[in-house]
């Protein structure tokens, strides 16, 4: 795979490797995960399903974490970790001792997790387009997703659903090259990785729908197809169902969530949503909180490229120990400005590729993965959205989404390559890359707050 690559883009890759290593190791030292999105409650459920371990697991109730709807998976090193440090560490307070601790490791877990990812869906490309050099466009365009460095540097489950994803692709295009020959351990394997999928967070089960949808779809290896699909789900109903019965017997449904449908459903409150108003006097100027209110695509895709919830810049937050506070507004403006064009292109080739499928099984999913996606968490946010500030927003939640667009349309793009045109956006994309380079690492000083 390496050695097809041309001696210009052997040393390109090399760049785009150190330049993606030394965000990873930046963020580990400069960003800690207590400062994440609902950190506190993320905690909490540490914290509570550690507590009888290793004799029993406690799946927390909404009394002890506002995340009690989140599956288990995503705590279960975080928590193993809990438990060795109480059990060597000499403190007063132990809870609070250690969460810096498992904090730290579950972040540099997940960095590991996601390099593994990274590799896995190169992997699977190469499998897919049966290419023997390296994809170079996809390595780019997933570095510039500013959103991937905020989501594993916090304990999240989307974290683990980008690793869990990777192994869903890249077995599922295994078995299709196959032509759905499969035997027991395809099942087992495939539906494990379901599992782990189901137990890492809910968002998940919009890819589920979209295996399903595929059916009606697809025209060839139909039967097999359904027989393999629905046997693998099977196993994962098997391995993931016990912690949703468990959100059935206490909260009455098998999706419990820590608020209600907002109520205030109304076509002036549709309109907010979707609307633009106002949104040029910031979006490429001063793209952060509160300046879209409730808009979901500005929003959207401000926390997609930049950081509108100021949670790695810390702007409207910890402004005592900020750099850069009166800057970085403008900065993100400008690096919203310049992420028009890889947007564009993301789309471009995204749509290009889906074009071409032939009634191809692995695109079919890949496409409806991303479009109900992105409609079932539209609905989600427009549902369960309160207040004026939009906070239900953020990108990271969709991150299965943004990523299987890129995979995606790094497949038409890599068909470019050997002309001018690759070259030219290669490089264009890559002077982007470097501008867009601070948005990228956190800007909290060094161990804060610990």
Known sequence: ????????YKFFLIILVCFFLFILIYNIFHYDPILGYDAEAHYAYVDAFSRYMP??????TEIESREFFSPPLTYIFPSFIQVICRNLADSNNLLEYCKPVYGKASQI?????????????????????????????????LMMLAVNYRTIS???GEAYILFFLSLLIYKFVSVEIKKFNYNYKDVLGFGFIIGCLALSRQWVFFI?????????????????????????????????????????????????????????LTLGRLYEFISFDNVINYIFTKPIRPHFENKFLPIFYSDTWGDYWGYFSFTSRFLDVGRN??????????????????????FYFYFKTMRRNENNIILYLLNYSVIISFVGYFLFVFLFQHGTQGDVT????????INIMVFSASISFENMKKTKTYNLLIITLFFIFLYNFQSYLSHFPINYPN
């Open 1 to 8: 795979m390496f050695k097809k690559l041309k001696t210009p």
């Open 55 to 60: 004799r029993a697991i406690h799946i927390p």
């Open 109 to 141: 877990f997940q960095n590991i997790l996601y390099l593994i990812s990274v590799f896995i869906n190169i992997l699977t490309l190469k499998k897919l387009t049966k290419k023997n050099s390296f994809n170079i466009s996809f390595l780019l365009m």
């Open 154 to 156: 916090m304990i999240r």
């Open 208 to 264: 589920f729908l979209a295996f399903f949808v595929t059916y009606f779809k697809t025209k060839k290896y139909k039967k097999e197809y359904s027989k393999f699909v629905f046997s693998s789900f099977f196993v994962g109903f098997i391995f993931s169902g016990w912690f949703y019965f468990i959100n059935l017997f206490r909260y009455g449904t098998f999706t419990a969530f820590n608020s209600e449908m907002n109520k205030n």
């Open 325 to 346: 506070q009166l800057e970085i507004g403008s900065y993100l403006g400008v690096v919203n400005l310049l992420s028009v064009f890889t947007t564009s292109i993301i």
């Open 394 to 401: 953020k990108a990271t939640y969709l991150v299965q989404m």
